[in-house]
């Protein structure tokens, strides 16, 4: 059983930058997965922020791409989520996941999900 | 487009049956992918592909899709179904991301 989870300060100033690491156990981040970073507001919906395959290509939220940076460690079995110039807004829990496909559809599933670890911006 | 749109709220008789739908224009290439989510937990996937329940999900849950429209069925609603509903696809304008809608809070009376 494939189990995530998230650590880093749970505390950013703003214009900081926000850095969390994902720890994957009970698989290797080098299967034929991505790993996604998701995050959601006090009260809010969800968001998918980006993710990363383990050759290092990454995919982006368009709307965040110009600050974020996603980055993997296979040494570690690990993968990180850099959230730069933050504000307010970025106040959220933040997820890191495994998205998988549907072999039979292509349709895209997030079938592991870690606990969540909730990220204040505030001075 | 890489929008999915959902109903903000839901509401079922206990033991009726409720759909929730996810609108969108990815949806007439990919199915969606539903997960339930409990206050303080993380997002649980119960349907994914054309109609498929992982390990575990009740078969009171299933899924369907039609045109740009994909829907969650709950068939004999149970009190502990009472959570916020989220569909997700890929994008399907060549862009490679994912979307959420925005949820449905499903209340059971």
């Known amino acids: 059983q494939v189990q995530l989870q998230e650590s880093g300060p749970g505390l950013v100033k703003p214009s900081g930058t926000l850095s969390l690491t994902c720890a994957v156990s009970?698989?290797?981040?080098?299967?034929?997965?991505?790993w996604s970073w998701i995050r959601q507001p006090p009260g809010k919906g969800l968001e998918w922020i980006g993710e990363?395959?383990?050759?290092?290509?990454?995919n982006y939220n368009p709307s965040l791409k110009s600050r974020v940076t996603i980055s993997v460690d296979k040494s570690k079995n690990q993968f990180s989520l850099k959230l730069s110039s933050v504000t307010a807004a970025d106040t959220a829990v933040y997820y890191c996941?495994?998205?998988?496909?549907?072999?039979?559809?292509?349709?895209?599933?997030?079938?592991?999900w870690g606990q969540g670890t909730l990220v204040t911006v505030s001075s | 487009s890489s929008e999915l749109t959902q109903d903000p709220a839901v509401s079922v008789a206990l033991g009726q049956t409720v759909r929730i739908t996810c609108q969108g224009d990815?949806?007439?290439?990919?199915?969606a992918s539903w997960y339930q989510q409990k206050p303080g937990q993380a997002p649980v996937l119960v349907i994914y592909?054309?109609?498929n329940r992982p390990s575990g999900i009740p078969d009171r849950f299933s899924g369907s899709s039609s045109g740009n429209t994909a829907s969650l069925t709950i068939t004999g609603a149970q009190a502990e179904d009472e959570a916020d509903y989220y569909c997700?696809?890929?994008?399907?304008?060549?862009?490679?991301?994912?979307?959420f809608g925005g949820g449905t809070k499903l209340t059971v009376l």
């Open positions: 009970g698989g290797s981040i080098s299967s034929s997965n991505w």
């Open positions: 990815s949806l007439r290439s990919y199915y």
């Open positions: 990363i395959y383990h050759s290092g290509s990454t």
């Open positions: 996941a495994r998205r998988d496909y549907d072999i039979l559809t292509g349709s895209t599933l997030i079938s592991y």
């Open positions: 997700n696809s890929r994008d399907s304008s060549g862009n490679h991301y994912v979307v």
């Open positions: 592909g054309k109609n």
